[in-house]
């Protein structure tokens, strides 16, 4: 790396001036496998994302309420791609340099600022969620409407927006100075936008999380108490009616418990791969204001470690449309249809594939001689 002398660094009329830039000196194999693998990583997230919008607007069985948050999770991440991605991209391959000017500095730490917070805060809506889904089963569906998830994601916007607009309107402005784009270094600016853009959600993740895995941990112990049959053994009388009482109760009892043990592990995985991607860049940011301050802010953090962080904290745009898939033989099926360019009979398919699957469960249950509705003689 090479340094700029201080006399060559420009201030910015607005006093937000930095110390001497260090920039990054990448050979031609440099560049382009530097340039491969940001490239590959902004496609991957336009493609990935595209998917989860197309898949829910396009399929009548994945167009519910509780897929509104995940499609708000997927334009967020879209427009990280989309709007943050392209020009960080071309920043990094010029070792470093901002090369789009000082006004459009603020438009894109605005839109960086924004897009980013939004897909934290989705993340964390959505954990609240599955948690009210998870310990409020009878009462929590019925409020789980289109409306309810309309103003939850506009929540999220709002919040993400008032992260945005402080440097805009004089609170704290963003580093400027036509060769350096930074978001500014204010601390008491630093320490609000943090908190509400990441330690405030991923303790709120943390504890729906934690609440989960728990109401699933005692569900488990609950049903492996009542594996025992169902139904009395050859030789003893049992009324009509209590055979299919027993089934009802143990569908319902299987139901639930499938559904806490998929909500955990999901939620368990998208905390997880938030955590290790956002957790390094935040305590980078929240820290530098208060060790370094100052003009010194932009150089004191080597520019290696600070575009590894943020890159990082951007492949979690990347990898959430495949955690939910993961998880969702719907999304799955969807993806696989949409790749293979099969796009009629989607809506079909799914619902055939979902009235066999419920079948192959029926008949995957044991079921004793009693579950007959007819007494035996």
């Known amino acids: 790396p090479t340094s700029d002398s201080p006399a060559d660094t420009p201030r910015a009329p607005n006093g937000s001036g930095c110390a001497p830039l260090t920039t990054a000196s990448h050979g031609r194999a440099g560049k382009l496998l530097l340039g491969s693998v940001l490239t590959l990583m902004t496609l991957g997230t336009i493609g990935g994302n595209l998917l989860v919008v197309v898949s829910v607007c396009a399929v009548k069985k994945l167009r519910q309420p509780a897929n509104y948050l995940i499609v ?31 006004w459009f500095c603020n ?17 964390c809506a ?14 929590y569906p019925m409020r789980q409407d289109g409306r309810c998830m309309a103003k939850m994601i506009a929540w999220v916007w709002l919040l993400s927006a008032s992260i945005t607009l402080p440097p805009l309107f004089g609170w704290a402005k963003n580093v400027n100075d036509g060769r350096v784009c930074l978001i500014s270094q204010d601390r008491g600016y630093t320490v609000y936008s943090t908190a509400v853009a990441f330690y405030i959600p991923v303790s709120v993740m ?20 009542a594996a025992f049959p169902l139904w009395p053994p050859d030789g003893f009388a049992s009324p009509d009616g209590m055979s299919a009482a027993s089934l009802v109760h143990s569908k319902n009892q299987g139901s639930i418990f499938k559904r806490e043990q998929k909500a955990a592990a999901t939620l368990g995985l998208v905390v997880g791969a938030f955590s290790v991607c956002w957790l390094p860049f935040f305590l980078l940011s929240t820290a530098r204001p208060f060790a370094c301050g100052g003009a010194a802010a932009c150089g004191c953090v080597p520019l290696w470690l600070e575009r590894t962080l943020l890159w990082l904290g951007y492949a979690n745009s990347l990898i959430n449309p495949f955690i939910y898939a993961f998880f969702n033989r719907d999304l799955r099926a969807t993806y696989a249809n949409l790749l293979r360019c099969r796009f009629r009979n989607i809506n079909r398919k799914l619902s055939a594939a979902g009235v066999h699957e419920a079948l192959k469960m029926v008949r995957a249950r044991p079921l004793g001689p009693r579950a007959h509705p007819l007494p035996v003689t």
């Open 107 to 123: 438009v894109f730490v605005a839109m960086d600022v924004m897009c980013c917070t939004a897909s934290i805060l989705t993340l």
């Open 72 to 102: 708000s999770l997927a334009a967020a991440d879209l427009s990280v791609a989309v709007a943050v991605m392209p020009f960080v991209s071309v920043t990094d391959l010029t070792g470093g340099r901002w090369r789009f000017g000082r």
């Open 126 to 139: 959505i954990s609240i969620d599955r948690y009210l889904g998870i310990t409020k089963p009878l009462t």
């Open 206 to 225: 943390l504890f729906t999380y934690s609440r989960i895995y728990r109401a699933a941990k005692i569900s488990a112990a609950k049903h492996a108490v």
